[in-house]
């Protein structure tokens, strides 16, 4: 019974276990930072793409009207 009970008092984990769990939060936390920076620069190309077709729509329409 005191095995077992030596077991369950020992909550220390070993070396391994502590870089392991490092390790995986330094992954999750580096791939949320590449998410967002990969959201924010697809929302400025469409930005940019979008004031772009907004501008040679307005050309083409200033063009059409001087024949």
Known sequence: ????????????????????????L??????????????ATGWAQEAVAGLLQLLQDSWNGLTNLFP
């Open 1 to 24: 019974m005191s095995s077992v009970h030596s077991i369950v008092v020992d909550e220390n984990g070993g070396p391994l276990v502590e870089e392991s769990l490092l390790l995986g």
């Open 26 to 39: 330094a992954v999750v936390t580096i791939s949320i930072v590449i998410a967002v920076i990969l959201q």
